[in-house]
């Protein structure tokens, strides 16, 4: 008996020597298999289950490794590499108080051993961090969380919780691509991680994806019923979907009221989700253009862009609400930013449109000066020019004082000004489509303001200004 059992122990370290060979050869899967060999013939041998911990975690199997490494220090409680690995495994799995334990016995084993120090210091920084993440956590300082977990990470590359917590942040922060490949990885090898379906639901949820987002949260749900989060984020999901859509049917109804209404309460569902509350001010804006409060519209397509720099629809509801307003260098402003962003020909014609409408804006606006509406009617312009021409004529302020003359003097020159544009087919034309009114030999500079008036009155002698009383004039014709 004594000879077979020796037999099997020179057995199986001939076995764990040809492990050694391929662990120093990097060939870890064939490590494995001999350290096996060699646990298979010799069972009671702690450093066969260390060196085999030690090649399981090389392969990244780390929960494995833990159970090899707790036998080893089982079979051999003064094995201080046991306990290192021990140790390590907890720490790599996010579990850095019970990391904590283990080299503080590998400490009390060998009190002067580096490693044991060097790892013991990690795991307390790893508690430290987690300490941190925690509160900036609660403060919304998600940006801050990233970082505490990316450094817990270094020492924990294994701890699922550390990776949930960041990719979920990183949804928070809008890294939806960051965020969504966390997930992945940890869904690859866990299929059922209820915390990485509920991250993958999350940013479908963020990136306006409601309806894929609500199927992976009620899959979380279904492995983890009593997921807080998923329940709540699939719960303002489902409510957003049916908010927006009863608004966009309500506007598709021609019911805007009620659709201001609806986008409302779907913006306070959750202030978390930018890019669907981007469209949600987006659509509100659009429904305040429909009923003409074009300030709230503005208000509500300046939100969605703050939302979202990108939003190009947005942009281009606010620039027509800039013309609407003939707020026309700030609508140019917007066209140029759409214009930059998508390089189209309809883009490029709005943009055009609103830089002619802008200098038009900068030259004096005659329809104003006569007190008539754009599309006026010749017989209008002409009965709007009597009626100004008089009110500002200068015989009629030569009682005023030289202030208020200098003033009246200039009205009559801009109404005979305007009258001379908008009376001549040709003129008004060119006016209305923005062209420079100097070409063509119409220099505005040079006409009098006096004669124009005499011929559209009859000529000289046709009229007379006559006190009537102080300060009232009445009109006598020939």
Not at 139 to 167: G, Q, Y
Not at 171 to 182: D, F, H, I, T
Request: with cysteine; proline share 2%.
């Amino acid at each position: 008996m004594w000879k077979l059992l020796r037999g099997r122990s020179r057995e199986a370290e001939s076995f764990k020597e040809q492990g050694n060979a391929y662990y120093a050869k990097k060939d870890y899967n064939e490590a494995y298999n001999y350290y096996t060999k060699a646990i298979d013939m010799c069972p009671k041998n702690a450093s066969y289950y260390g060196n085999r911990a030690a090649t399981l975690m090389m392969l990244g199997r780390f929960r494995e490794a833990l159970g090899d490494a707790q036998q080893s220090v089982r079979l051999d409680d003064s094995f201080v590499r046991g306990h290192l690995r021990e140790g390590k495994c907890h720490l790599s799995l996010g579990n850095a108080m019970a990391a904590c334990r283990s080299f503080q016995r590998a400490l009390e084993l060998d009190h002067k051993n580096a490693q044991a120090q060097q790892e013991f210091k990690n795991a307390n920084a790893v508690i430290e961090y987690e300490k941190i993440a925690e509160t900036d956590y609660e403060k919304r300082d998600f940006r801050k969380v990233v970082f505490c977990m990316d450094r817990a990470l270094e020492f924990a590359p294994a701890c699922h919780r550390f990776k949930i917590l960041k990719a979920e942040c990183l949804a928070m922060l809008g890294r939806y691509p960051e965020a969504q490949s966390v997930a992945s990885d940890i869904l690859r090898m866990d299929s059922t991680n209820a915390d990485a379906l509920y991250v993958r639901g999350l940013c479908l949820y963020y990136e306006d994806c409601i309806e894929k987002a609500v199927q992976f949260f009620v899959q979380a749900l279904r492995m983890a019923p009593d997921h807080e989060k998923a329940c709540v984020a699939c719960r303002n999901a489902k409510a957003l979907k049916a908010k927006k859509e009863d608004g966009n049917k309500a506007f598709k109804e021609g019911n805007y009221k009620l659709a201001y209404e609806l986008y409302t309460e779907a913006l306070g569902i959750d202030p978390n989700n930018i890019k669907t509350n981007a469209k949600l001010y987006c659509n509100r804006g659009t429904v305040n253009s429909k009923l003409r409060k074009l300030d709230d519209a503005i208000e509500d397509c300046t939100n969605a862009v703050k939302l979202d720099d990108t939003y190009i629809k947005a942009y281009l509801r606010r620039a027509q609400c800039y013309l609407d307003t003939e707020q026309y260098e700030e609508a140019v402003r917007d066209y140029e930013k759409v214009y930059q962003t998508e390089k189209t020909k309809e883009h490029k014609q709005l943009l055009k449109n609103a830089q002619l409408e802008l200098k038009k804006s900068k030259r004096k606006d005659y329809y104003k000066i006569l007190g008539v509406d754009k599309n006026a009617s010749e017989d209008e312009i002409k009965k709007a020019y009597r009626k100004r021409a008089l009110m500002h004529h200068p015989d009629r302020h030569s009682g005023a004082s030289a202030e208020v003359q200098k003033e009246e003097e200039k009205k009559f020159k801009e109404v005979g000004e305007a009258f001379t544009i908008l009376s001549d087919p040709k003129k008004k034309t060119r006016y209305d489509s923005g062209q420079d009114l100097d070409e063509e030999g119409m220099n505005m500079g040079d006409f009098d303001a006096n004669n124009i008036f005499k011929a559209f009155f009859g000529g000289p002698g046709g009229f007379s200004f006559e006190a009537s009383g102080p300060g009232n004039f009445f009109f006598q014709f020939g």
